[in-house]
């Protein structure tokens, strides 16, 4: 096959038609061939997991954030200022 790549893509006149040709040949073979079916299932399955994990640990990350917020600003208003003793 590559022989074959190589004379057609030798003429500048049919460079742009071979290459076109190449590639359909290219992109209708990769639509036939269902070797790698299962592995890009896979793909698929652990870039969905990847995406619902960064959304939901951007929505933890944000929540924990508003909550230590109201935390620490609950405690700072139950601190009393102690009364100091003259002696």
Known sequence: MADAVRTELASP???VLAAITLMRRLFTSLLGDERGQD??????LGAFIGIVSILVWTNIVGLMGERYTEY???VNDLWV???LSEE
Do not use: V
């Open 13 to 15: 006149a049919s460079s």
């Open 39 to 44: 592995l890009a299932e896979y793909m698929m």
């Open 72 to 74: 620490n600003a609950n």
């Open 81 to 83: 200022t102690p009364e």
